[in-house]
């Protein structure tokens, strides 16, 4: 059985494209395919990138290339698979109107070409807050959210990150097949060592609503009392704010204790977590789930959290702990943060329950899911092959 992916793909390190490199991984360990081919779109940065045995990765589109969609579905009919996984955002064609809204019309395209098809839809445009997000479109903007929730919702099965999203689009879309799936782990749970030095962790796609010019003022602040406080930034600038980090690394350049990293490849995202104490998600606005809260939890990170709604129902629709703050307040967010780094057995605390807690949220039960949204999908076309769902699944560590 042949499955094809159409998701973004490192080098470029984006959460969407993390998570389509970790499940396609898993995917291919599971041996449920005979083939598995991985549509993407051109690297613009982060050099080569070997993809894992069993994935053959084609990259078909340009990004912000009006024709993105029309490769996609071009290969498509080539490869003619049994079924299809799209690994979307509003934006992974790029910060290009025309290219993101030819790619978006896959699901509705492949559905018409009669094969079986599955989404995962990592953000709900219409619930988001658009003005703070800077999207483009002015008074249009919503409009063209509701649009995009349309063309997303044409797959067979629609995979959700948080479950308020299944429930929203059960009562608001009826006639989705709608399923939540958590992000969970990419690897076993591992508490690493803490460094000595009280240290933060900003690691996101760099753009205005993330909240980096308020963890700046709040790090400068917090300077004043703790003197050895160290912030790592890491991460590229988001496709759609060229030129704003360089711009706000221009601005703060004098400041001290800030190690700016920019984009991290794969094999590096581990140690970045090893050199912290604390990660912050000092987010202004959220499309969507995050990867990098479960990453800090993977690897026994404590977080300091925005307390915005996408934020707080990842925590709690999981069972975790997270120490939340007013989104925008620099004095909340200084606060929340310096409660943990002062203390250690706080941290701890939340670790050990996390650590717990995520447990039943790995690769394989990931995978499973996956596999059982696949075979809906194809009953959906009454076909008549199904997928086997194993029972034990390899999810050897990437390192």
């Known amino acids: 059985m042949h499955l094809v992916i159409v998701s973004p793909y490192p080098p470029a390190i984006t959460g969407i494209g993390q998570y389509g490199y970790h499940i396609s991984k898993t995917l291919a360990d599971s041996r449920a395919f005979s083939h598995i081919t991985l549509l993407t779109g051109q690297a613009t940065n982060g050099g080569a990138f070997d993809a894992p045995a069993g994935v053959r990765v084609e990259r078909v589109w340009r990004p912000n290339r009006a024709d993105a969609g029309a490769r996609v579905i071009a290969r498509l009919r080539q490869l003619q698979p049994e079924v299809v996984w799209f690994n979307l955002g509003a934006t992974v064609f790029g910060h290009s109107a025309p290219a993101n809204i030819s790619g978006l019309l896959g699901p509705a395209v492949t559905r018409r070409l009669d094969i079986p098809s ?197 925590v709690h629709e999981a069972g975790l702990r997270a120490e939340f703050f007013s989104s925008g307040n620099v004095a909340d967010l200084a606060r929340a943060v310096e409660r943990l780094l002062h203390s250690p057995d706080l941290r701890a605390q939340q670790v050990r329950w996390n650590c717990q807690a995520i447990g039943r949220l790995g690769l394989d039960e990931t995978c499973r899911a996956y596999l059982r949204a696949f075979d809906q999908a194809i009953q959906v076309h009454r076909a008549q092959r199904r997928i086997g769902i194993p029972q034990d699944i390899s999810t050897e560590s990437i390192r």
């Open 118 to 314: 599955v989404l995962t839809m990592h953000e709900m445009p219409e619930l988001a807050d658009l003005r703070l997000l800077r999207a483009p479109g002015g008074p249009l903007r919503s409009l063209a959210a509701r649009w995009v929730t349309w063309a997303l919702t044409r797959a067979d099965i629609v995979c959700v990150t948080l479950r308020h999203y299944m429930e929203w689009l059960v009562a608001h879309r009826p006639g989705t097949r709608a399923i939540h799936i958590p992000i969970g782990m990419y690897d076993t749970p591992q508490t690493l060592a803490e460094p000595a030095t009280p240290s933060l962790l900003f690691f996101t796609s760099v753009a205005p609503f993330k909240g980096l010019e308020l963890l700046l003022e709040a790090h400068r602040r917090l300077r004043d009392r703790i003197p050895n406080l160290e912030l790592t930034i890491a991460g590229a600038e988001h496709p759609r704010f060229r030129g704003y980090l360089a711009h706000v690394q221009e601005q703060h350049r004098c400041l001290a204790g800030v190690r700016w990293l920019g984009h991290v490849p794969e094999a590096g995202v581990r140690d970045i977590f090893r050199r912290c104490q604390v990660v912050v998600l000092p987010y202004t606005a959220a499309t969507g789930s995050s990867s990098v809260l479960y990453q800090a939890l993977m690897w026994g990170r404590s977080v300091v959290a925005a307390s915005l709604p996408e934020l707080r129902s990842a």
